[in-house]
């Protein structure tokens, strides 16, 4: 049974910065892409930014230029690095692994807050 547990979130003022962790525990099978969403309040739940087990990433226009997403393939972690933090940017944000042997399944955890205010 995988877990993902969260953190790293908390509140930040306008233009400060934020790493975001997500560890798994229990076997992960390789290959498999992590993911971080992010859900505001009254509003869907959106892609923020992945990365392949290769290490391709690929960033939601909203964050390009101000976040990192990385991995850690011995710690079955993803990390989630956010500068130039914005009001808008407050969310609940989660991670996705998706894995697709020995069947295709996905993995989220279950959201770590992140408030952007003055």
């Known amino acids: 049974q995988v877990q993902l547990v969260e953190s790293g979130g908390g509140l930040v003022q306008p233009g400060g910065s934020l790493r975001l962790s997500c560890a798994a525990s229990?076997?992960?099978?390789?290959?498999?892409?992590m993911c971080w969403y992010r859900q505001a309040p009254g509003k869907q739940r959106e892609l923020v930014a992945l990365?392949?087990?290769?290490?391709?990433?690929n960033y939601a226009d909203f964050v390009k230029g101000r976040a990192t997403i990385s991995r850690d393939n011995a710690k079955n972690t993803v990390y989630l690095q956010m500068n130039n933090l914005k009001s808008e940017d407050t969310a609940v944000y989660y991670c996705?692994?998706?894995?697709?042997?020995?069947?295709?399944?996905?993995?989220w955890g279950q959201g770590t807050q992140v408030t952007v205010s003055s």
């Open positions: 229990g076997s992960l099978f390789s290959p498999n892409t």
């Open positions: 996705r692994i998706t894995v697709v042997k020995p069947e295709i399944r996905d993995y």
């Open positions: 990365i392949s087990s290769a290490g391709t990433t």
